[in-house]
């Protein structure tokens, strides 16, 4: 197991340009959630899926976002028409949801990936 | 409104105890409090999680009162790869949420 895998690690894109950035989630684990992170920030949730269903979407995903999870393993996050405020470090992290009565959080995060937009 | 609030910034030295306290009044029965570390450029990294009262594991402590509306985490003999930002995470409506942070800097 080598944990939660995101590609690329860095990005430069211009202003108006599409990107996309992969997450690869831990084998086992059948949540994979997608935040966004500023300088100076924590973490902002943008998305949720367990397995390929995406259950939970934040205001903060505009409709120039959109995320999959094709047959519930690797996920993608597009971006389309980048602007300069969604230069950020894009994180996934994935965990196993059990559906215990007791919810948890025991995310693990992958390292992110960097967009500047320019 | 602010679901969790912690110090913005701690100073430490090598060797001693640092405590952290997370306030989280909103705190639903059914949330544990997860705390996470994070260094620069990288995603946060799973420390502790627990429920109610103590919980220790082989890298630190985690404090929760009885009304579970605050908690402390405890990192004994900090050292200097220890400075990092530490987020006390609790879930509010099924979608987790990340405050700020506290940005613990550890001194020689």
């Known amino acids: 197991d080598t944990g939660v895998s995101q590609n690329p690690r860095h990005k430069i894109t211009k202003r108006g340009q599409n990107v996309t950035f992969r997450c690869d989630p831990i084998?086992?684990?059948?949540?994979l959630y997608w935040y966004r992170q500023t300088l100076g920030q924590g973490p902002e949730f943008l998305t949720y899926?367990?397995?390929?269903?995406?259950?939970?979407k934040s205001r903060l995903l505009s409709d120039r976002f959109s995320a999959e999870r094709p047959k519930g393993s690797f996920s993608t996050l597009e971006i389309q028409r980048t602007e300069q405020g969604d230069s950020a470090m894009y994180l996934c992290?994935?965990?196993?949801?059990?559906?215990?009565?007791?919810?948890?959080?025991?995310?693990?995060f992958g390292s992110g990936t960097r967009l500047t937009v320019v | 409104l602010a679901k969790t609030t912690q110090p913005i910034s701690m100073d430490s030295y090598e060797g001693q105890e640092v405590n952290i306290t997370c306030s989280h009044n909103?705190?639903?029965?059914?949330?544990?409090i997860t705390w996470y570390q994070q260094f620069p450029s990288q995603g946060p990294r799973f420390i502790i999680q627990?429920?109610?009262t103590k919980v220790t594991n082989e890298v630190a402590s985690l404090f929760i009162p009885a009304d579970r509306k605050s908690s402390t985490l405890s990192l004994p003999r900090v050292s200097l790869s220890d400075t990092a930002v530490y987020y006390c995470?609790?879930?509010?409506?099924?979608?987790?949420?990340f405050g700020r942070g506290t940005s613990l800097i550890v001194h020689p």
């Open positions: 084998s086992e684990h059948n949540r």
């Open positions: 995470l609790v879930a509010f409506s099924y979608i987790p949420t």
């Open positions: 899926f367990q397995n390929e269903a995406q259950l939970e």
């Open positions: 909103n705190i639903a029965t059914n949330d544990y």
């Open positions: 627990g429920y109610k």
């Open positions: 992290a994935s965990s196993l949801w059990e559906g215990r009565d007791v919810t948890n959080y025991g995310y693990t």
